[in-house]
């Protein structure tokens, strides 16, 4: 789950408003957004929302840089993910997300569960949603990514690497609208474009995340990121909804260079651009609503196409609870 992977995996709940002028309610309305697209309408000033995710992510082929499909050694992880977000005004929103992870490929494992990098978040509404949701709400964020999770310096293991090192700031911009269907049931959209500029080198030493051996001395140079997803929430009744969502990314050309030992005992040029890559992904799910405050939400993300990347399939469970 390298992708944004940014993501973008913070869900929030929309919550319940009062009868609209055209006499529609949002009252038993439930939804905990879907499990890419990270939610524009941010929280109400005062209110908190945690919804800790177990993803499962499987992988054995890689598309090469047309596009075509290979086999790959297997490779799998275990991904836990606490995103917490609070409305600090009536416009403002803050999320931190922490992570963990374990990981196998080829009958190798990491050392247990190990820290990832964290998130943090701050989101502004440009433009809060009316009644019935039928206004869109639209919204700006800037997140930032820190280097919490171990990438280099790992000993033997490279499993054991959980982070990149890469200190990434990241600019969005979402939107959200709620469409009522003929059936007067809501059909809640949502969309988030995330570009982030290539970030500072990261400083590489001994065995990292980026296959480097020990000895190494040198660094690695991120390339930009940009994103896009699209979602649909279908509310087929108080307790389920219905989800369909779609995402994209492109991450620009990367560069490892540095000094690697030779086999003389003289150290070795080491100089490596790693081509840019590219991901589609779907990703279909269904949520099942406790109560107003409370959802499980289950589904599944894809790849379907890339460029330079692995084919991943992804299940995924999350519980929101709203205070």
């Known amino acids: 789950m390298s992708r944004l992977i940014p993501l973008a995996l913070a869900t929030l709940f929309f919550v319940p408003g009062v009868a609209s002028a055209s006499g529609r309610t949002l009252d038993g309305v439930n939804f905990t957004g879907p499990l890419i697209t990270a939610n524009p309408a941010g929280m109400p000033k005062g209110n908190a929302y945690v919804e800790p995710y177990l993803i499962r992510t499987d992988s054995d082929r890689f598309y090469d840089g047309e596009g075509r499909r290979h086999d790959s050694p297997d490779s799998s992880a275990w991904l836990m993910v606490l995103p917490i977000a609070y409305g600090l005004g009536e416009r403002v929103t803050a999320q931190v997300n922490l992570s963990a992870a374990r990981v196998e490929t080829a009958g190798a494992r990491s050392r247990g569960f190990r820290a990832g990098d964290t998130t943090a978040m701050v989101q502004y509404a440009l433009q809060k949603s009316n009644e019935d949701g039928t206004r869109p709400a639209i919204s700006v964020s800037v997140t930032q990514r820190y280097a919490t999770g171990s990438y280099?310096?790992?000993?033997?293991?490279?499993?054991?690497?959980?982070?990149?090192?890469?200190?990434?700031?990241?600019?969005?911009?979402?939107?959200?609208?709620?469409?009522?269907?003929?059936?007067?049931?809501?059909?809640?959209?949502?969309?988030?474009?995330?570009?982030?500029?290539?970030?500072?080198?990261?400083?590489?030493?001994?065995?990292?995340?980026?296959?480097?051996?020990?000895?190494?001395?040198?660094?690695?140079?991120?390339?930009?990121l940009l994103g896009v997803s699209a979602a649909a929430e279908y509310s087929f009744s108080s307790r389920w909804v219905g989800v369909f969502e779609v995402a994209a990314s492109r991450q620009s050309d990367r560069r490892l260079s540095g000094y690697a030992p030779g086999t003389d005992g003289h150290a070795e040029r080491v100089e490596l651009r790693l081509p840019a890559t590219r991901v589609v992904s779907l990703a279909p799910a269904v949520e099942y609503h406790f109560s107003p405050n409370v959802g499980l939400i289950a589904g599944v993300e894809f790849s379907v196409a890339g460029r330079n990347t692995g084919h991943y399939i992804s299940p995924q469970i999350a519980l929101g609870m709203f205070f």
């Open 152 to 224: 280099d310096r790992i000993g033997g293991n490279p499993l054991n690497a959980q982070g990149d090192g890469v200190q990434r700031t990241s600019f969005g911009l979402g939107m959200q609208q709620v469409i009522w269907m003929p059936n007067e049931r809501p059909l809640r959209w949502r969309a988030q474009l995330t570009a982030s500029p290539s970030p500072a080198r990261v400083a590489l030493n001994d065995n990292s995340v980026y296959g480097t051996p020990d000895g190494f001395r040198g660094n690695y140079a991120p390339g930009s």
